[in-house]
């Protein structure tokens, strides 16, 4: 058969032209061959043929390079390459990743893409099963980059935009006996690119496992399942069934089972095009996340006893609405704990395994996620499957993102010869994916404006579902969104909305943004929304960093943007290493956080009083509560607590400790909380009390021994085999002499830098602290004093406008060290105070009372519990992709710092913060955001530690303006007191 399609290559900057020769209507489904393979989803599908592995391949950067031809079967493409299919043709050395985040990695100048436009032929002999005689045959592309033209056998059958939703052809009557080609041309862009501006790889090629399927001459071309669940515990499940034709004579058997018997059961005549059955059950067990129950439906086309066409699916029942201004799923508000997610592998960049997806699942439901939203395009078909298994809610995006246009009047969304082109994404989003039971909202796309394209879309899918909401981030809450979901609100933006008397939920489509050593202010998010019952959570962003494996001098690293090419190729360097994971699913340390956040059971204490809060919405859980009194010294009671804690309810009792058991004025007493639900013996709440904080003991009340001594530029003392140096002109310790060993590499000095973490280049962080990189340079020694056993100093910083005072005191037990900080300005902007000292490589093994065992800082220390923790210099260091601040420790009360036989304590009743290092901080100093690696660092033969008496926090709002929040930066500080009590052991 002669196509009646001529393929033309003027379709690549046509905005009406996107979907040519497909089969639209026919819902990608291969059918089983017997009832009791559908029950029981066998997959290896009789009608079904898997065309992945190994393709003959070529690649040119214009089109007009390419050999005529190519698409006739008698071609000779023995010299062409092959390539694996799926992937994606860059990371395979066909041209270069780019990575860009909010712009097009081409001169923008719609409908137009550039002249030299990449593109790979692809070439794949198959031959159709004898038992497909007779049945109608079809090829599926479930995903490719970017446009797309097909031939079978020299035919030409059809052309596709739209990267991440299914090309589904049916090629049945160009089909020859024996052995068969296909042959498909992709293009790297096309005017859909347009629209495909998402902050992600721009990568090319065929993404997702391609497959023959048949079909019967009558078979069932399409049907939408809702199965709805009432407050009775009753469910409703209509279904509406496609024939594609009249049919007469034929009988539609319907079935639901649970397993073990079935539940409900519909015989129908099916005559005509379509089928509707409508089926009320007494009693049904509702999908939710904490409970994902499945029923199988099986949909059985009949002719007499023969059975003609069979498929089947899992359904969960449950009702999705808003009301009251409050989402709610099976009539209980949802708190989504929530995360994006790209389709990302660090070795197959876009090509995601079903492994990849079950470890996703298994990592977000460990860490108590329970809603994921797919950024920004739909997924592949497997997710949605095992979403309805495990049990994790799905907000579905249409593939839409033309951020690179702007949101004023170059919008493409304001345009209505692009509307066709949005509203065809919506529609396929939709039809794919719509008898899922794990979506539970629909969005129309990401940062594309808004106007009159999205205002069809959503009318176009409201009337097609109403059993779902949808949202739109750039409606700002307007008319075509029934959620206002903005991205990266201020805390306090989110109050004021909330404050306003809205009537619709909030719920934060993107928030926290996770960029390397980031999600600081979690806590003040989840105040609020714990707070707010309209205030319904959000998705953190994001997921997993896009980093891709690379290896160099037998030493392994993930790139990033700017990593690939020459320099002229376009890059946002890396912004794509923004994740909660690394590339290998690796957790950072502020997942900690976030699960701490995300736990279900939140835990209160106050006055002897216990509250346990089960945010649960369905699931009622059996627990034990294990509960441990302690200070440093020793633990003063423990047990464990057995209960049942009801979904979505409280229970408070009793927990008193008995004050005579603690040293109140000398010892720090806490309260550690431990939640575990029995069942599945996993944590689901955990939570720290400081009960009692030791009393603040001034150094000029302990006893006081010893007195300096002075040679011409030193004062010193000895005390058991150790002597201290203080350098006359500086008023800093020049050298610790410890058994006739120099513990020092360096004279101590103050320190008033941070390295910046990603967050802070959004802010322009060198204009506002710059000034204080070599401040310790520029401090100036005003006046100094000597007395006895005590030393004092008194510095002055100019341009910091501050002044400082420095005093030493010896004592029986060590050295005491303290300092004062006074603003002279209006406002103190420092990003950290405190000493800098460098220390012989042996010093290298640490034990710190504090917060911990996990990196933590400020503003993000709630999920760091006190505690006594044993590490290294090396373990301190956190390897984030991009070089930046890392390692701290926000609050402890004393360092150890230990040598093969030596040791050092740094102790305080104040709360100091430190790092420990094995590269100087100012190796982690860069002045552009991804500018080196963290595996291009190296070690030194010294140890570098910073004990601060203040550190800024390190944001987490957003990465490209937000400054940490003011209670976590300095401008409001008065003043800065700190003092330690240096000792030998």
């Not at 029950?39 to 009789?46: A, E, P, V």
């Not at 959000?538 to 001098?553: C, N, P, R």
Request: aromatic share 12%.
């Amino acid at each position: 058969m002669s196509s009646l399609l001529i393929p033309n290559y003027s379709w690549l900057e046509d905005p009406s032209v996107f979907n040519l020769g497909q089969s639209s209507q026919i819902r990608v489904d291969p059918p089983y061959h017997d009832i009791e393979s559908a029950q029981c989803f066998d997959q290896q599908k009789r009608y079904q043929k898997i065309l992945s592995g190994s393709w003959k391949f070529t690649w040119q950067n214009n089109r007009k390079k390419l050999p005529e031809g190519f698409e006739h079967v008698d071609f000779d493409d023995k010299d062409w390459d092959d390539i694996s299919v799926p992937s994606n043709w860059e990371l395979l050395g066909y041209g270069y990743p780019i990575y860009v985040n909010d712009r097009y990695e081409f001169d923008k100048n719609p409908p137009f893409v550039p002249a030299d436009n990449e593109v790979g032929i692809y070439r794949k002999t198959f031959e159709v099963p004898d038992e497909w005689k007779g049945r109608r045959v079809f090829i599926c592309f479930p995903a490719v980059s970017s446009a797309s033209y097909f031939w079978i056998n020299g035919e030409f059958v059809a052309y596709n935009q739209d990267s991440k939703t299914e090309i589904n052809i049916e090629i049945t009557d160009y089909l020859r006996k024996g052995e068969n080609l296909i042959a498909a041309q992709v293009f790297r862009w096309c005017e859909g690119s347009y629209l495909e501006c998402q902050d992600m790889w721009r990568i090319s090629g065929i993404e997702r496992e391609v497959f023959l399927y048949s079909l019967p001459q009558i078979a069932i071309q399409d049907y939408t399942v809702l199965a709805d669940y009432h407050r009775d515990g009753s469910g409703k499940l209509d279904i509406k069934i496609d024939l594609g034709k009249a049919v007469q004579g034929l009988t539609m058997r319907i079935k639901l089972s649970d397993g073990k018997s079935t539940i409900c059961e519909n015989i129908m005549d099916a005559e005509g095009d379509r089928v509707v059955s409508e089926n009320s059950i007494k009693l049904v067990q509702p999908w939710s996340d904490e409970s994902p129950y499945l029923y199988t439906l099986t949909l059985e086309l009949w002719n007499d006893n023969q059975l003609i066409d069979i498929r089947s699916l899992n359904i969960g029942f449950r009702n999705v609405a808003i009301r009251n201004g409050i989402l709610e799923l099976n009539y209980q508000p949802l708190l989504i704990k929530g995360v994006n997610r790209h389709e990302h592998d660090q070795v197959l960049g876009h090509v995601i395994t079903e492994a990849d997806m079950i470890k996703d699942i298994e990592l977000m439901k460990s860490y108590h996620i329970n809603a994921v939203r797919n950024s920004h395009y739909p997924n592949a078909k497997r997710w949605y499957e095992l979403c309805d298994e495990y049990g994790l809610l799905v907000v579905d995006e249409a593939n839409i993102e033309s951020h690179g246009m702007g949101y004023d009047e170059e919008c493409l969304a304001k345009h209505k010869e692009w509307k066709a082109a949005h509203v065809d994404r919506v529609q396929r989003m939709y039809h794919r994916a719509k008898n899922h039971s794990c979506i539970i909202i629909w969005s129309l796309g990401n940062e594309a404006g808004d106007g009159i394209c999205f205002d069809e879309a959503y009318d176009w899918l409201k009337k097609q579902d109403q059993s779902r909401p949808i949202q739109y981030e750039q409606a700002h809450g307007g008319r075509n969104t029934d959620i206002f979901c903005p991205m990266y609100p201020t805390i306090d933006a989110c109050k004021a909305y909330l404050d306003s008397n809205p009537e619709k939920p909030l719920i934060m489509c993107e928030y926290a943004h996770a960029m390397g050593n980031s999600l600081g202010n979690f806590k003040e998010y989840w105040d609020m929304i714990r707070a707010y019952p309209m205030f319904q959570g959000g998705f953190i962003w994001d997921w997993m960093d896009q980093g891709l494996l690379a290896e160099e001098d037998g030493k392994k690293y993930w790139k990033y943007g700017g990593d690939f090419g020459p320099e002229d190729v376009p890059s946002d360097d890396n912004f794509c290493i923004n994740g909660l994971l690394f590339p290998d699913r690796s957790p950072h340390p502020q997942v900690e956080e976030m699960v701490h956040f995300y736990y279900p059971v939140q835990i209160e204490y106050k006055d002897g009083n216990l509250k346990l809060i089960n945010e649960y919405h369905s699931q009622d859980i059996e627990i034990d509560v294990c509960h441990r009194f302690w200070s440093k010294e020793k633990v003063l009671r423990t047990g464990p607590i057995m209960m049942k804690l009801l979904a979505g309810q409280s229970y408070e009792f009793e927990l008193k400790h008995n004050d005579s058991q603690y040293d109140t004025n000398n010892a720090d007493i806490f309260l550690d909380i431990d939640v575990f639900e029995l069942s599945a013996n996993k944590k689901v709440g955990s939570n720290q009390f400081l009960l009692y904080e030791a009393l603040e003991i001034s150094m000029h009340d302990q006893v006081q021994s010893g007195k300096w001594l002075e040679s011409e530029s030193t004062y010193y003392y000895t005390l058991r085999e150790t002597s201290i140096s203080i350098d006359k002109k500086t008023g800093m310790i020049s050298e610790i002499m410890k058994s006739d060993q120099e513990v020092l590499s360096s004279p101590i000095r103050f320190n008033f830098w941070k390295a910046p973490n990603d967050n802070d280049f959004g802010y322009d962080y060198y204009g506002k602290y710059g000034a204080c990189r070599n401040a310790h340079k520029q401090l100036v020694l005003k006046s100094s004093n000597s007395k006895h056993n005590k030393l004092l100093y008194h510095y002055h910083h100019e341009t910091l406008e501050l002044e400082i005072t420095l005093e030493y005191s010896i004592l029986d037990t060590g050295l005491s060290i303290e300092l004062k900080l006074n603003p002279l300005g209006e406002r103190l902007r420092i990003p950290r105070f405190g000493l800098f000292a460098t220390f012989d490589k042996p010093w290298s093994e640490i034990q710190y009372f504090g917060r911990g065992p996990h990196e933590n800082y400020p503003d993000r220390k709630s999920s760091a519990n006190w505690g006594t923790y044993i590490t290294t210099v090396h373990d301190m260091h956190e390897p984030y992709i991009a070089l930046q601040d890392c390692g701290y420790r926000s609050e402890n009360k004393e360092l150890i710092l230990t040598s093969d036989t030596d040791s050092i304590k740094i102790s305080s009743h104040q709360a100091f913060g430190f790092s420990y290092l094995p590269t100087d901080p100012e190796s982690y100093t860069i002045e552009k955001r991804g500018e080196k690696h963290a595996h291009e660092i190296t070690y030194d033969l010294c140890n570098y530690l910073c004990l601060d008496a203040f550190i800024m926090g390190v944001g987490g709002t957003d990465s490209w303006l937000s400054e940490p929040l003011p209670k976590y930066r300095s401008e409001n500080l008065i003043t800065i007191n700190q003092s330690w009590l240096i000792s030998f052991l």
